[in-house]
């Protein structure tokens, strides 16, 4: 048996077995170690120790990339308040091609709705009816009203002739509208169409918001640039409208819609805090890489029946689809390929940010 305090290193070739080498690096010739009584040395071969240490800039490297990209856990707790369930192409694969039939996205938001979630944003236009099976468009919507919960997406047009809405559909738009400061809302984003929610759908829900994403400038024919901030108004109409984030925020901090105050330029009043926005109502976003912010959870496993309480139960949960040839991609400071998802909660985020932690 040898005892570590009798184990003596001794060398062979140089005075010192470590030296500098013409790169600046260590490297070892040769190490020995004797065992007492034995008469014998046990030989450690250095070409490993050797690679290992030629490999150290590499190693630093990644273990800086690793400090860098930090991981979900150590996120802030809303954070991980998010949830986002894809429909995904095991979703497909199992419950068939999208688009689904009303049946069964009503059936996805109820097995949702099921883990208590605290609200359930659904990233997907809702804007044509179901004229062939008009019953199941009744139930999607008995399921979109069913929890009270439930925040719908529309997008505004910027074309030059974009979509004119039925009178229905603009009459629901306006119960949306903020109220304006005394500044100017020339300078905000001015949309002259608008694909609007199926009006069975947008009676039922607890609020709606716009999703359109705004990329940078560029210049002309240098393409779209990157997404940087968050577009939270846009004008329409004479009005001012908010972004699906600062709609679903509102109505978490019991704001009244026509209550916040857009002051471009300046800030969004709330009752609360003043959010700081610039002339075009935007605000900056802090991106991390695709998936190491924001859990995701299959709709395959939702529609399963799996005991998914765990993430789902009390968290803000975005049911998108994010299958191959289906999914919005942006690209951004992290990422070519950032699924709009993410970006929806990394601006409902940003906005929880904007109250004090004991209040959100």
Known sequence: MIRRSNLRVRTTGPADCCHRGSAGLFSCESLMAKTPGSGESLSFPMAPIQKLVSRMPMIFA????????????????????FVIVDIDDASLARFGRWPWPRDLQARLLRATEKFSPKAVVVDLLLSESDVQFPEKDRELADSIGASGNVFLAFAFQFERQGVTPELERL?????????????????????????????????????????????????????????????????????????????????????????????????IETED????????????????????????????????GEDLSAPLQGAIVIIGVNATGLSDYHPTPVSSYHPGTELLATAIDALLSKWPSRAR
């Open 62 to 81: 990644f273990m800086l990339l690793a400090l860098l990209c930090v991981p979900a856990t150590s996120f802030p707790a809303n954070a991980s308040g």
């Open 273 to 304: 805090v003043n959010i700081p926005v610039d002339s075009a109502g935007d605000i900056p976003l802090s991106f991390t890489a695709p998936g190491s912010r924001f859990p995701r959870v299959s709709a395959e496993r939702v529609l399963g």
């Open 171 to 267: 009459t629901l738009l306006q119960r949306n509208a903020l109220a304006k400061g005394r500044e100017s809302i020339d300078e905000l984003r001015e949309a002259n169409g608008l694909l609007f929610p199926v009006p069975l759908f947008a009676r039922k829900a607890a609020g709606l918001g716009f999703v359109n994403v705004f990329p940078e400038s560029r210049g002309s024919g240098a393409g779209p640039g990157l997404v940087r901030r968050g577009t939270l108004v846009v004008s329409y109409r004479g009005e001012v409208y908010p972004s699906l984030p600062l709609a679903l925020v509102s109505w978490l901090k019991k704001l009244t819609l026509s209550k916040v105050i857009v002051h471009p330029g300046d800030r």
